[in-house]
Protein backbone atom coordinates (compact mmCIF):
# COMPACT_ATOMS: atom_id res chain seq x y z
CA UNK A 1 0.00 0.00 0.00
CA UNK A 2 0.87 3.26 -1.02
CA UNK A 3 -0.20 6.82 0.71
CA UNK A 4 0.41 10.03 -1.20
CA UNK A 5 0.08 13.91 -0.03
CA UNK A 6 0.22 16.70 -2.19
CA UNK A 7 0.61 20.23 -1.80
CA UNK A 8 1.64 23.47 -3.86
CA UNK A 9 -1.37 24.08 -5.70
CA UNK A 10 -3.02 27.96 -6.34
CA UNK A 11 -4.49 30.69 -8.47
CA UNK A 12 -2.32 31.87 -10.85
CA UNK A 13 -2.33 34.00 -14.49
CA UNK A 14 -1.44 32.47 -18.05
CA UNK A 15 2.54 32.53 -18.42
CA UNK A 16 3.29 31.85 -14.81
CA UNK A 17 4.86 28.97 -12.73
CA UNK A 18 3.57 26.84 -9.71
CA UNK A 19 5.41 23.62 -7.91
CA UNK A 20 3.43 20.99 -6.90
CA UNK A 21 5.26 18.79 -4.08
CA UNK A 22 4.27 15.07 -3.03
CA UNK A 23 5.30 13.21 -0.28
CA UNK A 24 4.97 9.19 -0.72
CA UNK A 25 4.41 6.50 1.65
CA UNK A 26 3.47 2.94 2.83
CA UNK A 27 5.21 -0.72 3.33
CA UNK A 28 5.01 -0.82 -0.11
CA UNK A 29 6.28 2.77 -1.63
CA UNK A 30 9.76 1.30 -2.97
CA UNK A 31 7.90 -0.95 -5.41
CA UNK A 32 6.08 1.67 -7.32
CA UNK A 33 7.46 4.94 -9.37
CA UNK A 34 5.67 7.95 -8.72
CA UNK A 35 3.96 10.53 -11.32
CA UNK A 36 1.04 13.07 -11.41
CA UNK A 37 -2.72 13.10 -12.80
CA UNK A 38 -4.98 15.23 -13.53
CA UNK A 39 -8.75 16.24 -13.74
CA UNK A 40 -9.87 19.32 -15.34
CA UNK A 41 -13.51 20.29 -15.00
CA UNK A 42 -16.29 17.69 -15.91
CA UNK A 43 -13.75 15.55 -17.70
CA UNK A 44 -11.34 12.11 -16.61
CA UNK A 45 -8.28 11.61 -14.92
CA UNK A 46 -5.51 11.72 -17.13
CA UNK A 47 -1.76 11.37 -17.01
CA UNK A 48 0.48 14.26 -16.89
CA UNK A 49 4.09 12.84 -15.97
CA UNK A 50 6.14 10.14 -14.11
CA UNK A 51 9.40 9.08 -12.84
CA UNK A 52 11.51 5.96 -13.08
CA UNK A 53 12.65 5.73 -9.22
CA UNK A 54 15.47 3.29 -10.64
CA UNK A 55 16.83 5.21 -13.51
CA UNK A 56 15.44 8.77 -13.52
CA UNK A 57 13.58 8.20 -17.03
CA UNK A 58 10.78 10.50 -17.19
CA UNK A 59 7.35 10.52 -19.16
CA UNK A 60 5.28 13.52 -19.90
CA UNK A 61 2.13 13.83 -21.70
CA UNK A 62 2.52 15.49 -24.77
CA UNK A 63 0.68 18.92 -24.04
CA UNK A 64 2.99 19.37 -20.80
CA UNK A 65 6.07 18.89 -22.80
CA UNK A 66 8.39 21.36 -22.89
CA UNK A 67 6.85 23.30 -20.15
CA UNK A 68 6.21 20.93 -17.09
CA UNK A 69 9.30 19.42 -15.77
CA UNK A 70 9.02 16.22 -12.78
CA UNK A 71 11.90 15.39 -10.65
CA UNK A 72 12.18 13.55 -7.01
CA UNK A 73 14.13 12.00 -4.28
CA UNK A 74 13.93 8.19 -4.23
CA UNK A 75 15.37 8.17 -1.11
CA UNK A 76 12.90 10.29 0.24
CA UNK A 77 10.14 9.20 -1.49
CA UNK A 78 9.52 12.78 -3.06
CA UNK A 79 8.11 13.60 -6.63
CA UNK A 80 7.43 17.48 -7.95
CA UNK A 81 6.49 18.94 -10.89
CA UNK A 82 7.91 22.17 -11.97
CA UNK A 83 5.03 23.67 -14.04
CA UNK A 84 5.80 26.88 -16.02
CA UNK A 85 4.40 28.80 -18.69
CA UNK A 86 1.10 27.84 -17.28
CA UNK A 87 -2.18 28.18 -19.59
CA UNK A 88 -5.54 28.22 -18.54
CA UNK A 89 -6.11 24.70 -20.55
CA UNK A 90 -3.79 23.68 -17.07
CA UNK A 91 -6.15 24.29 -14.69
CA UNK A 92 -7.23 21.01 -13.18
CA UNK A 93 -7.07 18.87 -9.84
CA UNK A 94 -3.64 17.47 -9.85
CA UNK A 95 -3.14 14.17 -7.94
CA UNK A 96 0.22 12.24 -6.87
CA UNK A 97 0.20 8.79 -7.60
CA UNK A 98 1.83 5.24 -7.51
CA UNK A 99 2.58 3.58 -10.22
CA UNK A 100 4.49 2.54 -12.83
CA UNK A 101 6.74 4.29 -15.64
CA UNK A 102 7.74 1.42 -19.17
CA UNK A 103 7.98 0.87 -22.26
CA UNK A 104 8.05 5.11 -22.38
CA UNK A 105 4.71 5.28 -20.55
CA UNK A 106 3.04 5.99 -17.27
CA UNK A 107 1.01 3.46 -15.79
CA UNK A 108 -0.68 4.81 -12.16
CA UNK A 109 -1.51 2.08 -9.86
CA UNK A 110 -5.70 1.95 -8.93
CA UNK A 111 -6.20 3.48 -5.78
CA UNK A 112 -2.78 4.88 -5.25
CA UNK A 113 -3.43 8.33 -5.76
CA UNK A 114 -4.47 11.62 -3.52
CA UNK A 115 -7.59 13.67 -2.70
CA UNK A 116 -5.19 16.30 -5.14
CA UNK A 117 -4.36 20.43 -5.21
CA UNK A 118 -6.14 22.16 -7.31
CA UNK A 119 -4.35 24.69 -9.76
CA UNK A 120 -6.63 27.22 -11.45
CA UNK A 121 -4.75 29.54 -14.05
CA UNK A 122 -6.14 32.57 -15.55
CA UNK A 123 -6.50 34.08 -18.66
Known amino acids: QVHVVESGGGVVRAGESLTLSCVAS????????LGWLRQKPGKGLETVAG????????YYQDSVKGRFTVTGDAAKNTVTLQMDNLAPEDTAVYHC????????????????WGQGTQVTVSS
Open 97 to 112: TAGHLRNDDFYPAAGY
Open 26 to 33: GPSVTSYD
Open 51 to 58: LSRTDGST
